[in-house]
Structures are given as structure tokens and as C-alpha cells.
């Protein structure tokens, strides 16, 4: 599901420095596991959490073999947007808050229905965006989705963590905001989990000095280091881990 900040197109880059030294039965977590565009190229024993309650709802089902709707119109997702500022929480809403916002930015980008390009041709983004989760739902079998502020979850011993948390500097998620995210207690909580016998990576655009950069890439992104949404920009992104486990 395209997921705003997925790290979908680095995937094939960093998955191999993250799992290289994986051991058989070890646990692969992730902690801000969003539209699932990392774990889903994951195998074996896997838990993805995340604080939005909903969306892991819809995760869970899609996971069951959920079919979800194939087009979003724009009455439908008004609606499910006003479910989910009640309060309210469905797997519907977890699909519809993704699938249906532009750039998938949960409610927060417009609605992404059919509209033409610059260059004048038409796209239809809900069905898009349908077409990609269903290729994308079958690598989520066997997956453990949790709904899970990445402080309280619950992670088996010597895992390998991967957190892409909200950079910092850049546009708040509204997910992020409302768990009352803190870079700097989400840095020590990572400091925390290595010494506690973990591998944990971290993608971010800078970090602390007691964490090294394995990977970097300058990559093009409408959510770049400098806070702004909108046209595609450059950005590095990198991937680091604690000098402990250097």
C-alpha cells in the first residue's frame, strides 16, 4: 500500500544489509510498519505494529484474504474521514485513509480519485492503488500485525528491529503526532533495545553521533529533509545502527 515516506524503492538496497546475518527462527520487527512495503519482502517470522489502529486492522484482514473495494468515490471517503476523526475504527477506514488520500497520506493529502496528468493522461488512483494491495496482500500471510505505540510492544528476544519512524524535521504524521512521538526518546529507546541484545536499524535522514550510517542514497521524494511537501525533491536517506553493534 503506498504509504507516505514508504521505503518501497530502497527496499531492495537495505533489506540485505538488515537480514544478512539473520539466524533461522529469528524475528523481524517492525515497530512503524505502515503500508507494510518492507515486511511484505520479508519472510519467516515477522511482527509489524503500529500506532494507527485502524490501519493494522485492515492489515490484519488483508493478511486473511480481505478483498477490499476496488474503487474509493469521493462521498465514501468524506465518510470514512469523518468516521475516523470520531473516533471510529475499521479495517474500511484503515484501507480508505490510504488508499484513498493522495500520496497516502492518511486523510491528510485530499482525495485521490481519477484526474489527468500533466501530460494529459487520466489515472485512476483508487483502482491503482487496489490493484497494488491485492499483489502486495498474499506476502502478508503469516505476518503479526499489531496496533502498538513502538514504546509498549511486546518484542521476542535477539530480534532484528527496523524502525522508520517520522523524520525528524519533516512533516508531522498525524499518527505521529497524536502518540505524542519524540525523536530524541525514540533514539534512546533504539540505544536501549541494542543493549538489550538486539539488531536495530534505523532510517533516517541524520542521526545522534553515537550512531553509525551504513547505507545511504540520494533519493527523490515529495517529503524531503527540509520539512516542505510537494514537488519531488532530493534527499539522503540513510540507515543506521548503534556503534554497540558496530
Known sequence: ??????????????????????????????????????????TGNRIGAD????????????????????FITREEYRDAREKNRSGCLS?????????GSYGGRWFDGGYAGISK????????????????????????????????NYKYLSIPDNSIIYCDPEYKGTKQYKKAKESGFSSDEHWQWCRDKANQGHKVFI????????????????????????????KSKKSIEKLFIHESQA
Open 1 to 42: 500500500m503506498k504509504y507516505m515516506g514508504s521505503k518501497n524503492r530502497i527496499a531492495k538496497h537495505i533489506l540485505p544489509i538488515i537480514l544478512k546475518d539473520r539466524k533461522e527462527g529469528q524475528w523481524y520487527v517492525e515497530p512503524f510498519v505502515g503500508g507494510a512495503n518492507m515486511i511484505d519482502k520479508v
Open 51 to 70: 500506532f494507527n489502529e485502524s490501519l493494522m486492522m485492515c492489515m490484519n484482514e488483508l493478511s486473511n484474504g480481505w478483498i477490499p473495494p476496488n
Open 91 to 99: 479495517p474500511l477506514i484503515g484501507y480508505i485513509g490510504i488508499c
Open 117 to 148: 496528468t500533466r501530460q494529459g493522461k487520466e489515472r485512476n488512483y483508487p483502482l491503482e492503488a487496489f490493484e497494488n494491495t491485492m499483489k502486495q496482500a498474499p506476502k502478508l500471510k503469516g505476518c503479526i500485525f499489531k496496533h502498538s
Open 203 to 230: 532510517s533516517e535522514y541524520n542521526a545522534p553521533s553515537d550512531f553509525i550510517c551504513v547505507w545511504s542514497q540520494e533519493v527523490r521524494s515529495s517529503l524531503s529533509a527540509n520539512g516542505k511537501i510537494g
